[in-house]
């Protein structure tokens, strides 16, 4: 019998809600979630608990209206990608549709720039940052550090132009996978995937240029909206890229995947899913791998990577434990699979470190972060500097 998963208290379940013990209750008078009570209290389902907190999410997902114009507040147009009946889109077209196309050649087609390749004073300059750090150091930390290193070799950065933003991006894209230990190569996922094995074969280097193509943007995710306020201060490129990159070394953002990798990989080592998930429920930041608020069901990405991972060396292992996850979610949480779940899928079937997840991740939408950077240095200089109302004594 598998195990089941542990129940919540009141105060578990309120505090997971970011909500008093009285709103909770009231939650369970209206009928929108059920208690079981016994000798001890009340106690809660955990996945219908997170279920419900992503639906609140969804739910404020909407910005508020300014009180006198009527418009959303914290809106920034972009021409660069759009998610439209659950399809996510690059300027027009599906990215779903482009994922056979080499990464560099869609970046190219998305920024209009033609591709320049790294100095190899500055990928040295990047290796030897990457090189210097403790050897628990991660995914984060070694991409913060190839980051910086790049930077320090690069003396003509601080020109806030998109032309600027543009090379500084293909000094990034294609400097990084050699950065992390990979091998020079046109083609920057298999450049990036021999980072983590000798021999890539031609389905990972597949999935992981899909991967990458499909990560590139999605709508205004808050480490994007750090690099556009940074270029708004008219930093430079790689100081921009460092800002949404700490911004994205968060529980609710990139280092969702690897915390997805960690919860795959106990499933695929034969732990129940329930207890799988009741261990990752522990850090109190939801379901690694399922649900998003822009979308109603399965998220897009997720959905063109999934069919491209049977063909991995480990496919067939990942997927079953990928859909034994699913049922339980499903079931449980009404939850539909995110990219998170697909990037975890991608690394275990691949055979490649959990981290890995996080790394692909993070190359992709360093294409969009740029595409983000440039567009803000085409607007008014400190526009996203924003105005603070105070509520103190």
């Known amino acids: 019998m598998p195990a089941s998963l542990p129940r919540l208290t009141a105060a578990q379940a309120a505090a997971r809600l970011g909500v008093k013990p009285a709103t909770l209750y009231a939650y369970v008078s209206r009928g929108m979630l059920a208690r079981e009570r016994d000798a001890h209290g009340s106690t809660f389902d955990a996945l219908e608990v997170e279920a419900f907190a992503t639906g609140r999410r969804r739910t404020a997902a909407h910005p508020p209206a300014h009180p006198t114009t009527g418009m959303p507040l914290g809106v920034i147009q972009t021409d660069i990608a759009d998610i439209e009946d659950d399809e996510l889109l690059y300027r027009g077209r599906r990215a779903r549709d482009l994922i056979d196309e080499p990464f560099a050649e869609v970046v190219a087609w998305l920024w209009g720039s033609e591709r320049a390749d790294a100095p190899d004073t500055a990928i040295g300059s990047a290796r030897a940052m990457v090189q210097a750090l403790p050897l628990h150091a991660g995914a984060m930390d070694r991409l913060r550090a190839a980051v910086t290193g790049f930077a320090a070799d690069d003396p003509l950065r601080r020109d806030a132009t998109p032309a600027t933003a543009h090379r500084i991006g293909w000094a990034l894209l294609t400097g990084i996978p050699a950065a992390l230990g990979g091998d020079p190569h046109h083609d920057l996922a298999r450049s990036l995937t021999s980072a983590w094995t000798a021999a890539p074969s031609e389905p990972v280097v597949a999935a992981v240029n899909a991967a990458l193509v499909l990560l590139i943007d999605h709508d205004l995710a808050v480490s994007t909206f750090a690099a556009r306020a940074a270029a708004s201060a008219r930093a430079d490129g790689y100081a921009a890229v460092s800002a949404a990159l700490g911004a994205a070394d968060s529980p609710l953002h990139i280092s969702a995947a690897t915390r997805t990798a960690r919860l795959l990989t106990r499933v695929r080592r034969g732990m129940e899913p329930e207890r799988a998930l009741a261990e990752a429920l522990q850090d109190g930041n939801g379901i690694p791998g399922f649900g998003h608020p822009l979308y109603s069901g399965v998220d897009d990405r997720a959905d063109a990577l999934f ?27 009404r939850l539909a699979p995110n990219v998170d779940l697909a990037l975890a899928a991608l690394a275990s079937g691949a055979r490649l470190p959990e981290d890995a997840a996080a790394t692909v991740f993070v190359v992709g939408r360093t294409a969009g972060w740029i595409a983000h950077i440039a567009a803000e240095y085409a607007e008014p200089a400190m526009r996203l500097r924003p105005r603070g109302e105070y509520v103190g004594p």
């Open 307 to 333: 069919p491209l991972l049977a063909a991995l060396p480990d496919g067939e292992g990942t997927m079953d434990a990928v859909r034994r996850l699913q049922e339980v979610v499903a079931d449980r949480a």
